[in-house]
């Protein structure tokens, strides 16, 4: 006879419901793939299906991919990824001696010659000291030390884990991390998962998406009521508002990290996206040590960069790094044992990451194709940024600042009342309500500037500036053609 198990006449309930699952990660939202594009890849399967539609493709402008919209990936880094995955290939003498060499550099250094084995949780060591190196060249000889430096999985990961080091605290004591209204939404939906307060400071459209001092002030001031304040985030070149701050608001807002006592965050991954006539890309780095040790030797940074965004795009490959300056020993401590639970960043992320901060040089086999691509590349960006701005500010009711750096146009939106209403009694976001009816409209699919947050009573969206020109153009005029039609629909 077996056991008698008592029944159980209970209904069954999962372990893990919507009730009992984590709280915080019920309030993680990240607009760039949200709602709007999930139903774009739902149209892309209608379409595929034969469903009938006023447009015959989806045209994607919400993320910054790259090489999805088109843009071609650089030889030389192609070529030594290749060799390094396959390096029977450096028999071949199809390939450059300098890929040749770069990659029997990285083999190297990797277990077993092989780009499969695990690499220190670090990043690998010859890896590090490049991007010291190159540091070093790019702040015009202000040193680094490769023992500050953390290779990671794209920038996300670095910011993710940099957070998770610095949230503590309950209650009015709780952590607050200051970040730019609009931002990129991993930063709330870090913060949201880590159970930080997001501490909202806005920049000024008006000036360009400037930071304002006085907003800074201000912000900080209002935060220290309800919690403990004590990060502070920049992205700059800015995204999603492409603006590129000045050496002046730089030097201000270290004065301030350091009189108001704040650990500092600067997001560079678009340092190489510059387009605007006088405007120029200033690491915090450079510029915190250029303002002399009393700063240099207190204010903590950490700065983000990536293989993802500029000449690169190499989004999938995920290869990034982070460099720390006058972190608390103790505190560095903390930090390698964290990213040693993970074990190591992507290494072939890592060795794209290499041949960033070390590209071919003046002399070598690849240097003039690699000099060739990589200005062709961000030229192209650079008219594209022009073409967007200028376009845009031909539509009535559609203001757009100039997209000095980055890869995204954030046009001001004028919506009617009548729309602003209807949205409002769907419960939606009126531009997600904008931006939801020029996707079943045109196929185009854009991010509400909802997603990225914005001053009350103003609506925006944000948009790509990578399309191919031609598709570009299309999509700018299409833009045009919905927001007049909107605009009449609901006047």
């Not at 190499?314 to 006058?326: A, D, L, Q, T």
Request: charged letters at 20%; one cysteine or more.
């Amino acid at each position: 006879m077996g056991h008698n198990t008592p029944r159980d006449t209970s209904p069954l309930v999962s372990v893990l419901t919507i009730d009992t699952m984590n709280p915080n990660v019920k309030n993680v939202e990240y607009a760039v793939r949200g709602p709007i594009v999930q139903r774009a890849v739902q149209i892309e399967k209608e379409l595929r299906e034969g469903m009938k539609k006023p447009f015959t493709e989806v045209i994607k402008a919400n993320i910054g991919d790259a090489h999805a919209m088109g843009q071609q990936p650089i030889t030389f880094f192609r070529q030594v990824l290749a060799l390094c995955s396959y390096p029977e290939l450096l028999k071949d003498n199809m390939f450059p001696e300098d890929a040749k060499s770069r990659a029997r550099r990285i083999l190297q250094a990797c277990g077993g010659s092989s780009l499969g084995a695990y690499s220190a949780s670090q990043g690998i060591d010859c890896v590090r000291q490049d991007v010291a190196r190159y540091i070093e060249r790019r702040d015009g000889g202000v040193p680094c030390d490769p023992d500050n430096v953390y290779l990671t999985s794209g920038a996300s990961d670095g910011i993710v884990t940099m957070l998770k080091l610095l949230v503590c605290g309950e209650g009015a004591s709780k952590t607050g991390v200051m970040i730019s209204i609009p931002q990129y939404p991993l930063y709330s939906a870090a913060l949201a998962e880590l159970g930080a307060v997001q501490v909202n400071y806005y920049l000024n459209e008006e000036k360009c998406w400037s930071m304002d001092l006085s907003e800074l002030e201000r912000s900080l001031a209002e935060a220290r009521k309800h919690c403990n304040p004590k990060v502070l985030c920049i992205i700059n070149p800015g995204n999603p508002t492409g603006q590129v701050q000045s050496r002046q608001c730089i030097e201000d807002v270290i004065r301030f990290a350091a009189k108001e006592h704040l650990f500092l965050m600067a997001d560079e991954v678009y340092q190489d996206n510059v387009y605007a006539e006088g405007c120029q890309f200033h690491s915090f780095k450079k510029v915190l040590f250029e303002l002399g040790p009393q700063y240099s030797n207190t204010v903590e940074l950490v700065s983000f960069h990536s293989t993802s965004k500029c000449y690169m795009g190499e989004c999938g490959f995920r290869g990034g790094y982070m460099e720390v300056i006058n972190m608390d020993p103790e505190v560095k401590a903390q930090l390698i044992k964290l990213v040693s639970v993970r074990l190591c960043p992507a290494v072939p992320g890592q060795a794209l990451m290499d041949m960033v901060v070390n590209s071919p040089q003046p002399g070598e086999p690849s240097y003039t194709t690699f000099m060739k691509e990589r200005t062709a590349t961000l030229s192209l960006l650079a008219e594209k940024a022009k073409l967007t701005e200028e376009m845009l500010n031909t539509v009535p009711g559609i203001t757009c600042n100039p997209v000095q750096g980055a890869m995204y146009s954030f046009p001001n939106i004028s919506l009617p009342q009548k729309a602003i209403k209807e949205a409002k009694a769907l419960g939606q976001a009126p531009d997600m309500f904008y931006c939801m009816k020029m996707l079943e409209e045109t196929g185009i699919c854009l991010v509400p500037g909802s997603g990225f947050g914005q001053k009350d009573g103003t609506y925006h969206f944000r948009m790509t500036i990578l399309p191919p020109t031609d598709k570009l153009k299309l999509l700018l005029a299409k833009v045009k053609e919905f927001h007049q039609k909107f605009t009449r629909q609901y006047s």
